[in-house]
């Protein structure tokens, strides 16, 4: 029966039961993590063979016989360009191969635009009275963080089945010359795993913002990280850029951390060439390069990309039964009740569960009191603000099985535990 179809005698009922068991749970003592899209230790292993690929003795020169013990090569050695411009889509003279993470990349290149400006810019986002950037709700929230920190104000924007609200975005980015970009993860979306629909990446690369230096940053972090034999597509930005002209517009970020080490990969990011003319210039500043015996390391593992989507199976064989222990949980224990919504990702790291207005703060604070640290309500949000206090990211991917299956039990009891209680209090 459906809660809300539940008379108050019956929902009190319905409380108390769910009440004690969450009592039982407390008990347990219970002391798990479901809070952070991290790989689990299982996962990490598969990639130690990569260990094994130099030794004293290996050739330690590119193809274009460049030493990569030594500096040069400020955007990367030539095969990891190969290799990765593929994996997001780009030609080998539209990428450049940075340091251990994207998010580094994507700050670093907000904050060189609020320092310098960038192609067609007419001063420093910096100088500008004011600078917003438009946050596909709910998303991922250091891509919040970034832009919070370096005061760039953030406007929400609803998530739609076929990506951000292309009907909002077209119309807040035509007005108003000082929202200067839009965060982005296109596939398999941070928490939903929503893909954009091909209609939504024709909107973006055809938007005409008022803003000459608009800049869509493109996270393609999961655009490999597929859960199953019928993977999500995603048309091709640069492509549909290039028949607009657009493509100084986008910025197209990747990185292996969930490929292969998290925080110890490699990350890149795909640009037009003029762009990435722009930023070698500055960062040429910052760095004499980044670390390309580990792109050496890398390119010589993979080898191409073959060697990576086989690589990237067995990855989905450890995590997809992780997704399935959450959804089959939520099917049984929550779907007949009406009180939750969620979506079934075909990649990606996450679920995300939408509870009845007004619970999920209570959900997460009911976990937490009972041992299961969950990701904080409002966190999928800028500044942590849920307006409806009702979405909940579940990080199916870092705890064990058997874990998981405790810490997806006492979530469904404090599911119904707080729907129940917002029902009876009306
Ligand atoms: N982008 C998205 C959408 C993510 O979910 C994450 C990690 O959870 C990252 C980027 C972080 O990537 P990196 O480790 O390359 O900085």
Redesign the pocket.
């Known amino acids: 029966m459906r809660l809300n179809e539940m008379s108050k005698t019956e929902l009190e009922k319905f409380r108390n039961q769910a009440l004690s068991k969450y009592e039982e749970f407390k008990s347990k003592n219970l002391k798990l993590d479901m809070s952070r899209?991290k790989p689990g230790a299982d996962q990490l292993t598969l990639s130690m063979p990569m260990m094994n690929v130099l030794d004293e003795n290996s050739d330690m020169n590119t193809e274009n016989g460049l030493d990569v013990r030594n500096y040069g090569l400020l955007d990367g050695i030539p095969e990891a360009k190969k290799l990765f411009s593929q994996m997001i889509e780009v030609s080998e003279d539209e990428i450049f191969i940075g340091g251990n993470?994207?998010?580094?990349l994507m700050y670093d290149t907000v904050a060189r635009a609020m320092l310098y400006g960038t192609v067609g810019s007419e001063k420093p986002w910096a100088k500008e009275e004011k600078v917003k950037f438009l946050a596909p709700v709910p998303g991922?929230d250091?891509h919040f963080g970034v832009t919070e920190s370096l005061g760039i104000e953030l406007i929400n924007v609803p998530m739609t089945e076929n990506g951000p609200d292309m009907d909002i975005v077209e119309k807040l980015v035509s007005e108003d010359a000082s929202i200067k970009g839009i965060w982005c993860?296109p596939m398999y979306s941070?928490p939903e795993g929503i893909t954009y629909s091909d209609e939504t990446v024709r909107r973006f690369a055809a938007l005409k913002p008022k803003a000459p230096d608009f800049r869509i940053f493109w996270?393609n972090?999961y655009c490999i990280h597929h859960l199953n034999d019928t993977p999500d597509k995603l048309l091709n930005i640069m492509n549909e850029c290039k028949k607009n002209g657009t493509e100084n517009m986008v910025y197209i970020f990747g990185?292996t951390?969930k490929v292969t080490f998290?925080?110890a990969g490699i990350?890149f990011m795909g640009q037009s060439k003029e762009n990435l003319a722009h930023m070698k210039k500055i960062v040429g500043m910052q760095t004499i390069g980044f670390d390309k015996i580990n792109q050496h390391r890398h390119v010589k593992y993979f080898k191409d990309m073959n060697g990576i989507n086989e690589h990237m199976k067995k990855h989905a064989k450890i995590i997809a039964p992780k997704f399935s222990v959450v959804l089959e949980m939520l099917e049984k224990e929550i779907a007949p009740l009406g009180i939750l919504e969620w979506k079934k990702p075909n990649g990606g790291?996450f679920i995300s569960v939408d509870t009845l207005d007004g619970c999920a703060k209570k959900v997460v604070q009911l976990c937490k009191e009972a041992g299961v640290v969950l990701t904080g309500a409002g966190a999928t949000f800028p500044y942590g603000i849920d307006p409806r206090d009702r979405n909940i990211r579940i990080a199916p991917t870092y705890p064990p099985v058997h874990e998981l299956e405790l810490a997806m039990e006492l979530f469904c009891i404090c599911v119904k535990l707080a729907s129940a209680e917002k029902l009876i209090l009306g």
């Open positions: 899209g993470s994207s998010l580094n991922y250091r993860v941070n996270d972090a990185s951390s998290a925080g990350a790291y």
